[in-house]
């Protein structure tokens, strides 16, 4: 199936949480979290190269993420801001970004945060 | 800075040929990928390139001049199922991805 994220969408209120989850049957080691807005390339907000190992990206701010086994990668906003409406992408590599590795992704998570 | 240029939007005709650019200027430089995104779809892989030259495949081709940080996409025959965001990304000497913000190709009858 490749990688699966739920919720496909969802609208937030302002101060809510919520968790987007990110499942991938490719046993791939390194996980990838994004954002897509408009004007904009796609920004890396959180990684993981392993089960509880992860690291921040450069839109880390306001978002928290959790690796407990190698399939399922949890991306949670603690307290939602309109600043966190966007499309919202999973992606997989089976080793880090060198050479060729390709990235896998999954279809995107249209969040908004009212 | 590290910065990636493309162009947003793009228009050609079924059957033409369309060529994308992508400037890139990244801390250090370790290849450069194209990936095609349709609308409201998640982006898929087209080529990666490491090395000066052009790399074919199929209908679609990917050149890189690493000296003028410069790449471009070539799209052959084009089809109506073509049309689609085009993102170029380029990966920095932290085999970190540096994204542009995409070109949407658009294909008239």
């Known amino acids: 199936a490749g990688v699966t994220q739920t919720p496909k969408f969802r609208v937030l209120k302002t101060g809510q949480s919520m968790t987007l989850l990110c499942a991938q049957d490719m046993n791939h080691e390194y996980m990838y979290w994004y954002r897509q807005d408009p004007g904009h390339g796609l920004r890396l907000i959180h990684y993981s190269y392993g089960v509880k190992d992860t690291d921040k990206g450069e839109v880390s701010d306001g978002y928290s993420v959790s690796r407990s086994k190698t399939e399922d990668f949890l991306l949670t906003l603690e307290s939602a801001t309109s600043s966190q409406t966007s499309v919202y992408f999973c992606a997989s590599s089976d080793r880090g970004l060198s050479g060729a590795n390709v990235l896998t992704f999954g279809a995107g998570s249209r969040l908004t945060v009212l | 800075g590290q910065n990636i240029d493309q162009p947003t939007e793009m228009t050609a005709t079924e059957g033409a040929i369309v060529q994308i650019n992508c400037t890139y200027q990244?801390?250090?430089?370790?290849?450069l990928f194209w990936y095609q995104q349709h609308a409201g779809e998640a982006p898929t892989f087209l080529s990666y390139n490491v090395l000066d030259g052009l790399e074919e495949k199929g209908r679609f081709s990917s050149f890189l001049s690493r000296s003028k940080g410069y790449s471009y996409l070539l799209l052959k025959e084009l089809q109506m199922k073509d049309s689609a965001s085009y993102l170029c990304?380029?990966?920095?000497?932290?085999?970190?991805?540096?994204w542009g913000a995409g070109t949407k190709l658009i294909i008239k009858p």
């Open positions: 990304a380029g990966l920095d000497s932290n085999y970190q991805l540096i």
């Open positions: 990244t801390s250090g430089f370790n290849g």
